[in-house]
């Protein structure tokens, strides 16, 4: 019994330890991110498709007494709006377009990020960190065509996907709770993949990106 109470008092103290040795950061990001369109055989997206987005991020982030923790964050951009002018018999969405033949596209990005994080005390006042995890990812891509007098309108299936990504950043706090961060992370969004489809009937599975990378700097609380 009595050896049961140590065991169990031990187990306390131990949790209690981590927890009062434990960090919680909360923070806002304004990020830049490049994220080209891509081009296959029977669809331009390059062309079409803006290739930057502006987002803000919120977050928070645990880090443990053994400076590994997790991060959660929510990621919103801004639309990203982008007009292109078609040349002769260039494919979009699997038809044929005649020079002149117009587009408008408006893409934007929500997300959902939870990470795996380490950290790294540099020097007073700073640390660095890593982390590696994965986005649940929706792109949200709408738009028209407009050959001569025809209106056209496209739009993707609002679909979700779980993006692999890895970041890098550091972190300065000239106070104890307050302080600010720069970030830089590559996320896999060429496997992103949608049906685009259009008021003509068409249905296609497209994939409309290629690999994007982003920075971000922001401030950060400390508790």
Do not use: C
Not at 52 to 61: L, P, Q, R, V
Not at 122 to 150: E, N, R
Not at 187 to 207: C, D, H, P, Q, W
Request: charged share 15%; aromatic share 12%.
């Amino acid at each position: 019994m009595l050896s049961n109470f140590r065991l169990v008092s031990l187990v306390g103290l131990t949790t209690l330890s981590f927890a009062v040795n434990a960090t919680t950061y909360v923070g806002l990001d304004l990020k830049a991110r490049a994220m080209k369109g891509r081009s296959a055989a029977n669809y331009n997206m390059r062309q079409v498709l803006k290739k930057s987005f502006n987002s803000a991020e919120i977050y928070a982030s645990y880090r443990g007494d053994n400076n590994v923790g997790l991060n959660l964050g929510f990621e919103k951009s801004s639309n990203a709006n982008k007009n292109h002018t078609f040349v002769n018999n260039e494919l979009f969405l699997g038809s044929t377009q005649s020079g002149g033949n117009r587009s408008f596209a408006r893409a934007k990005i929500k997300a959902l990020h939870l990470d795996v994080v380490g950290f790294y005390d540099i020097a007073p006042k700073w640390d660095a960190f890593g982390q590696l995890g994965v986005a649940l990812m929706q792109v949200s891509i709408k738009g028209y065509t407009v050959a001569g007098s025809i209106l056209t309108n496209f739009s993707d299936s609002r679909t979700y996907r779980l993006i692999p990504r890895v970041g890098l950043g550091v972190q300065y706090f000239p106070t104890k709770h307050l302080g600010f961060r720069g970030l830089v992370n590559w996320e896999a969004t060429n496997i992103y993949r949608v049906y685009m489809t259009n008021n003509a009937g068409l249905r296609m599975s497209v994939k409309p990106y290629k690999q994007s990378g982003s920075v971000a700097l922001g401030i950060i609380g400390r508790f």
